[in-house]
């Protein structure tokens, strides 16, 4: 194999590069500096070493605890209880969020074999025992398996009525085309419609 | 700026990388192995000092010449003009031809600013000069700028009767449909029309 099949080969592996974009990648790196490629190339070498799951909330961080976790600003009467890592950039680039996270790493999906029991709900209840939570947020994907996490959680909580749950709100996305918007989203959007 | 977002903004360089979908690979290269990025990193750190241009054809290589040029049993009288190395490849993968490259690394444009004078056509007139090619397979994109192209090789190979010039059929995709055929392909593939 050549180098650049090699190259291309690996470039496959990650998420949305099929082989056709994968060598197409390759060659325009052939076309890039040296300097450009060898930054690129130590960034995916080392990315492992320097970012890491946070040991509290589960977020990607470079410190310990992370730079959420440990800012005194935050508000720590609010937990949002998110999917992914990636989703807590998502929520901190809107900046309208100033409370703390907790990464589930996933959603229940039966049919994928992924049960409650790998989503790290006891160290979520830990969290809010030991913490002084007035709101939990359930920030989980508007999905079948989000909605059944969210539901997962409401129940885990059955047992806290002080805390208020909230979900994030569903509907037509601003600046959708409500000819655009599919059955479920419009449903969602009519059902939790607001008065105006 | 956090090593992810470094790491993002340096992927959405390559082509066909958005800033999400960099971030999503640069997620996703947190969740590889070790060894997997280290294997990435490495191959795109040293990807230009193994492949350069072949210094016959222009073709990608990791020899000097390349695979093509210096295999004896290629047809020497026989040369396939096209715009980018990678169209060598993509011509080779189909096993048909086992003729000789000459690569250009462009088309006229001149949009973009790319004349005669960017793409060496005096190397591609001292080897046919030097060789004793029958025929020049002219393989530019079916485009304006390859048409441009390719009428321009016809003007400056005038000299030349005794060399056979062709160029690649344009018409239908195979597999392709009537219905979604653009209009431009469809002249073509109408004015090339064969006797069935």
């Not at 709101?135 to 989980?140: F, L, M």
Request: aromatic residues 6%.
């Amino acid at each position: 194999m050549s180098e650049i099949e090699n190259l291309a080969a690996l470039l496959a592996q990650l998420p949305g590069i099929g082989k056709k974009s994968a060598l197409r990648i390759s060659y325009s790196l052939i076309n890039k500096s040296e300097e450009y490629n060898s930054l690129l190339g130590k960034s995916i070498s080392s990315i492992k070493e320097k970012v890491h799951k946070c040991p509290v909330c589960g977020s990607f961080t470079e410190t310990d605890p992370c730079a959420v976790c440990s800012d005194p600003s935050r508000d720590r009467a609010v937990l949002c209880v998110v999917e992914q890592p990636q989703d807590v950039i998502t929520i901190q680039s809107s900046g309208v969020y100033s409370g703390l996270f907790h990464v589930l790493g996933g959603a229940i999906n039966p049919l994928a074999g992924v049960g409650p029991e790998d989503l790290g709900f006891d160290k979520l209840l830990k969290r809010i025992k030991e913490g002084s939570f007035t709101e939990i947020i359930i920030a989980t994907n508007p999905t079948e398996e989000g909605d059944t996490t969210a539901l997962y959680i409401r129940h885990l909580l059955r047992d806290y009525p002080e805390i208020t749950l909230t979900r994030l709100a569903s509907g037509l996305p601003i600046g959708g085309d409500l000819e655009y918007a599919d059955i479920r989203t419009l449903t969602r959007s009519l059902r939790g419609r607001i008065k105006f």
